[in-house]
Every structure is written in C-alpha cells, then in structure tokens.
T-cell receptor, first 111, second 116 residues
Framework: QQQVKQSPQSLIVQKGGISIINCAYE??????FPWYQQFPGKGPALLIA?????SEKKEGRFTISFNKSAKQFSLHIMDSQPGDSATYFC??????????FGTGTSLTVIP | ETGVTQSPTHLIKTRGQQVTLRCSSQ?????VSWYQQALGQGPQFIFQ???????GRGNFPPRFSGLQFPNYSSELNVNALELDDSALYLC???????????????FGPGTRLLVL
C-alpha cells in the first residue's frame, strides 16, 4: 500500500510562474511532513518541512500548505527559476523513525 | 555538501553475490537510515540505526542487514543479490531522530548498484 501518493509525475513551468506539487497520505499518525529536492547524481536535500498542527509554512519562495482533514499537503514554489529544475519528493514520518516517500515530481522551469 | 559520504560510488555485481556498502555520517550524528531508490522512484526505507542499535525496519527481507559502528559510520550488507536489487542506495544521518525537535536528516550522494 502506497503510504504517500504524489502528483503530478512531471511539471513544466515558465520562469516566474508558480509550481504546485501535491501529496496525499494514509496514516493519520504521521507527525512530520518534509519536502526534499534532488538533483541528478545527488542525494535528496531537505527543502522545507511542516508538522500537522500548522496549516501553512513559508520559507522564502517555498510554501507548504497542509490540510489535516483531507490528509493532503502541497508544495508551492513561487517565482519559479530555472535553478529550481529538479526532482521533488514529499515524505511523511512517524516520530522520525521511518520515512515514507512519494514517487517524485520532475520539475522543469523554462527560461 | 552534506558531510555524509558513501562508498563506493558505483558497483557492479552478479546475481547471487554479496555486497557491502559503506556510509560515513556527518560528525556528531548518532542516527543513520538506509534507503533504496529504484530508477524513477522515491527512496524506500530499509532500516535505521540509533546509537548502534536497529531502530526500525522497512519491508525488506532479512538478506538486507546493517551495522552501525561506535564512530557512527555504518554499512549495509545485501546477501544473495537479485536483479531487482539494482538501485541507488542512500544513507542519511541525523543527530537524533529526524523531525524531532527540528532535527534534519542529511543524505549522502548514494551508491549505484547494478546486479547482472
């Protein structure tokens, strides 16, 4: 059973546009929801994370929106830049013990 | 760079062989997790070690085993390799459990394993 479902699989956005990636989770006991960015040949790097007691968290151009009742969370990248082109993974964790990752979204930002 | 290193970077093995992958954690980190990332997929949790003890395991068979050493470096061992074991193997280290009290897990660049 896929614990975390991510969409879309790929996304193409114009420079300056907004990129939106969505995730849905199954286990209501999850208490930590990070987003990771991965460039080719590199391991994933933490971008931003949220806990379920908060509905939104913003760090620079990156915002997580969290809907606990719908068991969904999303990543918004404002003013998308070509340097943001990468694969993005959402994840969910229970007390940091085991992380369940989504299948990834390949983002391409066109200049 | 995250300060997490893995060796080797690439490896080719044949079916049935055994392999050992190594990870050097970021200084001061006492928790290491190992993940398998198949091509085009998200990382899948294999297991986690906290202060040299296994602290959780994903849905992987017993032929996947690990160790964490007193200096907090670790290794992943896979016996009786199968073709489906071909993947990128990532380790991630953290000071305590990632997500707890704001702790972050830092990933290494991975070891790409090809099983023929």
């Amino acid at each position: 059973q896929q614990q975390v479902k991510q969409s879309p699989q790929s996304l193409i956005v114009q420079k300056g546009g907004i990129s939106i990636i969505n995730c849905a989770y199954e286990n209501t006991a999850f208490d930590y929801f990070p987003w990771y960015q991965q460039f080719p040949g590199k391991g994933p790097a933490l971008l931003i994370a949220i806990r379920p007691d908060v509905s939104e968290k913003k760090e620079g151009r990156f915002t997580i929106s969290f809907n606990k009742s719908a068991k969904q969370f999303s990543l918004h990248i404002m003013d998308s830049q070509p340097g943001d082109s990468a694969t993005y993974f959402c994840a969910a964790s229970l007390t940091g013990n085991q992380f369940y990752f989504g299948t990834g979204t390949s983002l391409t930002v066109i200049p | 760079e995250t300060g997490v290193t893995q060796s080797p970077t690439h490896l080719i093995k044949t079916r049935g062989q055994q392999v050992t992958l190594r990870c050097s954690s970021q200084s001061g980190h006492n928790t290491v997790s190992w993940y398998q990332q198949a091509l085009g997929q998200g990382p899948q949790f294999i297991f986690q070690y906290y202060r040299e003890e296994e602290n959780g395991r994903g849905n992987f068979p017993p032929r996947f085993s690990g160790l964490q050493f007193p200096n907090y470096s670790s290794e992943l061992n896979v016996n009786a390799l199968e073709l489906d074991d071909s993947a990128l193997y990532l380790c991630a280290s953290s000071q305590g459990l990632a997500g707890d009290l704001g702790e972050t897990q830092y990933f290494g660049p991975g070891t790409r394993l090809l099983v023929l």
